[in-house]
């Protein structure tokens, strides 16, 4: 369909759908059909309005924070394959708080989310969690 023309809220031919659609209403446009039998009224209205993320700032960056940082998982001596799976993905041991230190995204990827220990990482002092995960 090709715009045939496009109008402010606050003029004439679109005075019409400001009575009905408010504040809300963007802009109004007329569109021919590809055959240019038919002429088509569209809407442009506001339907959700939320804050704007700073400038440069996923509106994701609260979860990807929370996603690497650092958690401690408990997994006992005998759970050799769970062990291995979370040294080999960059799990350091804390002899400290008998748990491993890892990434929270990593503990998820390897399906152990079940195994976070929450505030025990903040514990551990016998590793630098905050530069080393």
């Known amino acids: 369909m090709k715009v045939i023309k496009t109008m402010r809220p606050s003029e004439r031919g679109a005075k019409r759908f400001l009575e009905r659609y408010g504040e809300r209403l963007c802009t109004v446009r007329y569109r ?3 055959c240019g039998t038919t002429v088509y009224t569209t809407v442009e209205v506001i ?15 609260p979860n990807a924070v ?13 759970e050799t394959e769970q062990r291995r799976a979370i040294k080999h993905a960059g799990g350091k041991w804390s002899r400290q708080i008998q748990a491993w ?13 079940h195994r976070i220990e929450e505030g025990l990482v903040e514990l551990c002092t016998d ?5 080393e995960i």
């Open 101 to 113: 230190i890892t990434r929270r995204d990593e503990a998820i990827k390897l399906g152990l989310a």
């Open 66 to 78: 929370r996603q690497a940082e650092a958690v401690a998982l408990k997994i006992s001596y005998e």
């Open 47 to 61: 339907v959700d309005t939320r804050p704007r993320s700073a400038e440069g700032v996923s509106s994701n960056y």
């Open 32 to 34: 021919a059909s590809d």
């Open 127 to 131: 590793i630098d969690w905050s530069v």
